[in-house]
C-alpha cells in the first residue's frame, strides 16, 4: 500500500504557528503532483505564502500541473516579477494552455508580462483550430544543424536544453529549416565525439502537419512510442513538437468526451463540480428529449398489435425481456467498435469485414439464448409453439442488434462523426421498436394471431 508522504493537517498547523523555516523544509520533502491537494486546503493568503516558500524552478513545474482555477487565484496574488519569473519558465504549450483558461482581464496581465517574441508565438498557436496538432504543439526543442559533430551537439544540448520541453529527441534541420532527421539521446552518448550527426540520425521520421486532428496525433505517438512527435508545415519546415504528456492530455479529454456522448449528454469542458446544476441540465435535457419522443415510436407499434394481446396476453410478458436484451447486444456491439475506433484497431474500411464478426456472435448468442428461452416457455406454460415464437424472434432480434450496433459507429466515422453518438442510449431505443416489430411479426405469422 502506498502511503501519502504528506499530511495536509500538519501544514495547516505550521502555517496558522507561522514556524515558515520548519514549514520549508517540510515542503521540501512533499511530491510535486501532491501540490494541489494542498493548495485546496488553504486560503488564498497562505497558498501564496506556500508557493513562496519554494524552490523558484520547483515552484515554476508545480504551478504547470495546477488547474485553471488554482493558477488564477496565485495570478492574482502574484507581484507582477513574480508573474513574469514564473511564465519565463513555462514551456510554451503550458503558457497557452494556460491563457486558453483565464478571464480577459488575467489574459491582459499575463501577455504584458511576456517577451514581444514570445507574444507572437502565443498568437501563433492560439490561432491554430482547438482540435489541431498545432493547438497543442510546443516550439521549445533541440534542434541542430547538419553539419555539426557529436561534440558540437553535446555543446548545444548543455547550453539550451534546460530551457526545451525535451532533449531526449533532437531533430536535424538544414539552413531552411527543413526536417532532415531525428536523433535519440542515446545514440549521441554511444558515439565518438568527432562522428558527424548526419551519420547517426535516423531519416525515417513519423511526421504530423499542424492542421492534423490532435487525436490522430496521439494515437500516432502511442502507435510509434515515441516521446516526441514532429510537427511540421506544407514545406516540411519543422515549427513544434508535440510531447507525449500533452498526448496523453488528448486522450483523456478524448475518452471524457467520448464518456459523456455515449451517456447521452453534451460534452463539457468543465469538470463535474465546477459545471452548475443548471448546466449540468442543459447538457443532458436535449438528448433525454430526443429519446423520449423517439420510444413513442415503440408504443405506437405496442398498441397496433393490441388484438394480439387480446388473443394472448402471456405475450406482453415476453416485451421487456426480448426488448432488453435487443439493446444490450446491440451495446455491446457498439461499445467493442467504438473502442476499436478509438485506438485505431478498426478502419471504416472494415465494414463488411466487421459486420460479418458479429453476425457469427450473433448467431451463436441467439441460438443459445433461444434454446435456453425455448426451454423454459415449454417447462412452464407447456406452450411449444409460444417458446419457438420467443425463441426464433431472439435469434433475429439479436442478429439485427449486432448488425446496427457494429455498422452505425462505422457510418459514422466514415461520414466525419463521433462514433460515440451511436452508443447505448440511442441504439437501445431504436432496437426497442425493431424488437417488438419483430416479436408481433413472427408471432402473428406463426402463431396466425
Known amino acids: 500500500m502506498i502511503e501519502k508522504t504528506f499530511d495536509v493537517e500538519e501544514v495547516l498547523e505550521l502555517l496558522e504557528q507561522k514556524k515558515f523555516n520548519e514549514l520549508k523544509k517540510y515542503l521540501e520533502r512533499i511530491n510535486g503532483a501532491d501540490f494541489p491537494s494542498i493548495f485546496e486546503a488553504v486560503k488564498d493568503e497562505d497558498m501564496i505564502v506556500i508557493f513562496r516558500l519554494l524552490n523558484k524552478e520547483e515552484a515554476a513545474e508545480i504551478f504547470a500541473e495546477l488547474d485553471s482555477d488554482m493558477q488564477e487565484r496565485l495570478i492574482n496574488s502574484f507581484t507582477d516579477k513574480e508573474l513574469k519569473y514564473v511564465i519565463d519558465n513555462l514551456f510554451m504549450d503550458d503558457t497557452v494552455d494556460m491563457i486558453e483558461e483565464m478571464p480577459s482581464n488575467v489574459v491582459k ?5 511576456v517577451s514581444e517574441q514570445d507574444r507572437k508565438v502565443i498568437n501563433e498557436i492560439l490561432n ?36 526545451k520541453e525535451t532533449v531526449y529527441n533532437c531533430f536535424v534541420l538544414d539552413v531552411n529549416r527543413k526536417l532532415l532527421g531525428v536523433l535519440d539521446l542515446k545514440d549521441l552518448l554511444v558515439a565518438e565525439r568527432d562522428e558527424k550527426i548526419t551519420d547517426l540520425m535516423d531519416e525515417n521520421v513519423v511526421t504530423v502537419t499542424t492542421l492534423d486532428d490532435k487525436e490522430d496525433v496521439a494515437n500516432t505517438l502511442a502507435k510509434y512510442d515515441y516521446v516526441a512527435l514532429p510537427v511540421v ?12 504528456d500533452d498526448a496523453i492530455d ?24 465546477k459545471t452548475s ?10 438528448w433525454l428529449l430526443f429519446l423520449m419522443v423517439s420510444s413513442i ?37 457498439s461499445t467493442l467498435v467504438i473502442r476499436g475506433l478509438a485506438v485505431d484497431e478498426i478502419k471504416p474500411k472494415d465494414f463488411f469485414k466487421v459486420w460479418w464478426k458479429e453476425i457469427r456472435v450473433a448467431l451463436i448468442v441467439g441460438v443459445i439464448m433461444a434454446v435456453v428461452n425455448c426451454l423454459r416457455i415449454v417447462i412452464q406454460y407447456k406452450d411449444l409453439q409460444l417458446g419457438i415464437v420467443v425463441g426464433l424472434t431472439l435469434i433475429i432480434a439479436i442478429a439485427l442488434a449486432k448488425s446496427i450496433g457494429c455498422l452505425l459507429p462505422l457510418v459514422c466515422k466514415k461520414l466525419k462523426l463521433d462514433p460515440a453518438i451511436m452508443a447505448a442510449p440511442l441504439i437501445s431505443t431504436l432496437l426497442d421498436t425493431c424488437s417488438c416489430l419483430i416479436f408481433f411479426n413472427v408471432a402473428v405469422i406463426i402463431m396466425g394471431l
Open 250 to 273: 488528448v486522450m483523456q479529454d478524448e475518452v471524457s468526451e467520448d464518456f459523456e456522448i455515449m451517456a447521452a449528454i453534451t460534452p463539457n469542458e468543465d469538470g463535474y463540480y
Open 297 to 333: 415510436v415503440t408504443g405506437a407499434v405496442i398498441t397496433h398489435y393490441e388484438t394480439a394481446f387480446a388473443a394472448l396476453p402471456i405475450l406482453v410478458s415476453f416485451i421487456p425481456m426480448i426488448m432488453g436484451t435487443g439493446g444490450n447486444c446491440g451495446s455491446q456491439s
Open 277 to 286: 446544476v443548471l448546466q449540468h441540465a442543459k447538457n443532458r435535457i436535449v
Open 109 to 113: 496581465r499575463i501577455l504584458k508580462n
Open 128 to 163: 491554430y483550430p482547438d482540435d489541431s496538432a498545432g493547438s497543442i504543439m510546443t516550439t521549445e526543442f533541440v534542434d541542430l544543424k547538419e553539419n555539426m559533430t557529436v561534440d558540437d551537439a553535446f555543446k548545444k544540448i548543455k547550453k539550451i536544453g534546460l530551457k
Open 233 to 244: 508545415d506544407k514545406e516540411n519546415r519543422l515549427v513544434g513538437i508535440v510531447t507525449v
